[in-house]
């Protein structure tokens, strides 16, 4: 692998010059250079993304006329950002990438946000989730979502609950995790309500079980949980059955990943009653998701199932297509990043659109209960908050 060359003003905007999108009405052939993990604990979480952006371009690879749009892949190994910023300068400098996208950590996405700025490069986030990162470059569009969009309204549900007073929150110890932390506690209120106590975990392979133990001694009603999502849920559900906290009275609670749909058949019948807050589950009702499913399965078999990681991938490459239609090979990133900005879709997840104003995913977000469905475990949704903004950045 190369090893890191020190990215200058110069070579950036150099490399931008290149980029075809500045050419003439001709046929254009388009590069999304795409990051992803692909390696490591957090593999399967990548190649949900790589595989959504490829089923879209797989359906709508004629949707563009004569032009073209190659995905460049690359492998930043996890929660990396020397390795994500290294990857993004070679595929702007070497590549000439049109667009980056992808990535699913938030330092990752923080580490390229100076390269899409300084190459006025679209970057357009498939899932790293802290609010304040569509901040951190004018060139970045995020199509999947924000902590605080899914935790608020799973706080404000908790709170209307009758037998959830107490509540211990367990999140993954790095910026999305405190953002879920400090926006669950934020929103769970009302009379004898209260967050009793807090604990983050490391972000890769944590042991759950001496902290579930604490949880269990605490005896709070109710476990609120954060994580990145893949093996990492199911372990946790896995200690939350064998340390008996069911039993024991404690409701698990938390983000969707908790619950993530390629892990639930590993979770068995300790998952069930579980509830989440998420934009999307693949139980969701609607023809576009039905849709999907079935394009997904004939891509990549029957026994494979797509997450929110998937449906970010699809969703993003939804994106791009659209600012490519948009520009009719006249425009730059900026003009892409407009396009972008006002894109709105039908997606699998439901209704979707950009807030022109913070560039970021406004849909809505479900309630949802682990339910056994056709003797297979799903989210079922069975309340809506509908067309919920960033709370982050409503301020």
């Known amino acids: 692998m190369t090893s890191f060359r020190p990215l200058t003003l110069g070579t950036v905007m150099a490399a931008a010059a290149l980029l075809p999108m500045a050419g003439s009405a001709d046929a254009k052939a388009y590069k999304v250079g795409l990051i992803a993990s692909l390696s490591g604990p957090t593999a399967s979480l990548g190649q949900q993304i790589e595989r959504g952006a490829r089923l879209y371009e797989q359906l709508h690879k004629n949707d563009l006329g004569d032009d073209t749009v190659e995905l460049v892949v690359r492998d930043d190994t996890g929660p990396a950002p020397d390795v994500a910023k290294r990857l993004a300068q070679e595929l702007v400098v070497?590549?000439?990438?049109?667009?980056?996208?992808?990535?699913?950590f938030t330092p990752n996405a923080n580490a390229i946000a100076p390269i899409a700025t300084q190459a006025k490069v679209p970057f357009v986030i498939m899932n790293a989730a802290a609010s304040a990162t569509t901040k951190a470059s004018p060139y970045i569009v995020r199509v999947s979502q924000t902590i605080p969009q899914f935790t608020q309204p799973l706080a404000q549900w908790a709170s209307k609950q009758a037998d959830i007073k107490t509540v211990y929150t367990l999140v993954s110890d790095y910026a999305p995790g405190i953002e879920a932390e400090e926006a669950f506690t934020a929103g769970f209120k009302g009379d004898g309500k209260s967050v009793v106590q807090s604990v983050r975990v490391p972000v890769q392979s944590p042991d759950f079980v001496p902290f579930l133990q604490k949880v269990k001694d605490?005896?709070?009603?109710?476990?609120?949980?954060?994580?990145?999502g893949g093996t990492q849920s199911t372990a946790l559900m896995k200690a939350y059955q064998s340390l008996g906290l069911k039993e024991a009275g404690i409701r698990l609670i938390g983000s969707g990943e908790v619950t993530v749909e390629d892990e639930l058949p590993n979770m068995g019948d300790a998952a069930l009653g579980v509830v989440t807050g998420f934009h999307y589950s693949t139980a969701h009702d609607g023809k576009a998701n039905a849709d999907f499913l079935k394009a997904w399965q004939a891509a990549y078999g029957a026994d494979s199932t797509p997450t929110f990681m998937a449906v970010g991938g699809y969703d993003g490459m939804a994106a791009i297509h659209h600012a490519i239609k948009a520009m009719k090979g006249k425009g730059d990133g900026k003009a892409a990043v407009d396009a972008m900005s006002h894109w709105s879709a039908e997606s699998p997840r439901g209704p979707v659109s950009i807030d022109p104003e913070t560039r970021d995913i406004v849909q809505n977000i479900y309630i949802r209960r682990v339910e056994k469905v056709n003797g297979a475990l799903r989210n079922v949704e069975f309340e809506t908050f509908t067309a919920v903004k960033d709370p982050g950045k409503a301020k």
Do not use: M, S, W
Request: hydrophobic share 55%.
């Open 94 to 104: 070497r590549d000439h990438v049109d667009f980056l996208a992808g990535i699913i």
């Open 218 to 228: 605490a005896k709070p009603d109710a476990l609120y949980v954060f994580l990145p």
